[in-house]
């Protein structure tokens, strides 16, 4: 299996710029985390879905941003429109909830820059 | 609400020395434990976990961890630190029962390990 793949790695932007940000998450995983690094707060959760469902956004920071997830296999996360403040390493995170070996697995995330 | 405090920001040992990087969490309920290690430009890795059992937790790379109940820590050690060790280590945890998915993690702690 190759992974939770993130892309892109790196994207430079301007203020006021749409960014998407894509997520393949391990096949037979049933949840989807997006997260976001920065060195000020730590590692943020954004997001939260199970079986592709939505179930906690409360960490989505306003409504600039925006998450989808319409099948298992894929997700974005969106920027519209983006800001310096968001500048910041962006992390899919996907797990098999429900079992004992429950872990998270994530990608190597994408490198946002907002200029 | 749960939490988890990783008290130092960093770590620094000589290599071949035994190493420490501490935890202590908060949660309702009995908790479900987890260290992670992230290196430069990648997303974080599991190294180990605790659920129930023997508190002395084995993991990956000859790292082990403690669970102190009384204490509510968790500390991840090693008795003999490699540069190769050097990284970011999370703590992080979530509640063991139904309904709580969504694990928190700590701010991290970077440990250095010198040649």
């Known amino acids: 299996d190759a992974g939770v793949i993130q892309s892109p790695r790196h994207e430079v932007t301007e203020m006021g710029q749409e960014v998407t940000l894509r997520c393949k998450p391990i096949?037979?995983?049933?949840?989807l985390f997006w997260y976001r690094q920065t060195m000020m707060r730590g590692l943020e959760l954004l997001i939260y879905?199970?079986?592709?469902?939505?179930?906690?956004d409360s960490g989505m920071p306003e409504d600039r941003f925006s998450a989808k997830m319409p099948n298992a296999s894929f997700s974005t996360l969106k920027i519209q429109p983006s800001e310096p403040r968001d500048s910041a390493v962006y992390f899919c995170a996907s797990t098999l909830r429900g079992t004992t070996n429950e872990k998270l697995f994530f990608g190597s995330g994408t490198q946002l820059s907002v200029l | 609400a749960q939490s988890v405090a990783q008290p130092e920001d960093q770590v620094n040992v000589a290599e071949g020395n035994p190493l420490t990087v501490k935890c202590t969490y908060s949660v309702s309920g009995n908790p479900y434990l987890f260290w992670y290690v992230q290196y430069p430009n990648r997303g974080l890795q599991f190294l180990l976990k605790y659920i129930t059992g023997d508190n002395l937790v084995k993991g990956s790379y000859g790292f082990e961890a403690e669970f102190n109940k009384s204490q509510t820590s968790f500390h991840l050690k090693k008795p003999s630190a490699l540069v190769s060790d050097s990284a970011l280590y999370f703590c992080?945890?979530?509640?063991?029962?139904?309904?709580?998915?969504?694990?928190?993690f700590g701010r991290g702690t970077s440990l250095i390990v010198h040649p």
């Open positions: 096949s037979g995983h049933n949840s």
């Open positions: 992080a945890v979530r509640a063991l029962r139904e309904g709580s998915y969504i694990p928190t």
């Open positions: 879905f199970n079986n592709n469902v939505p179930i906690d």
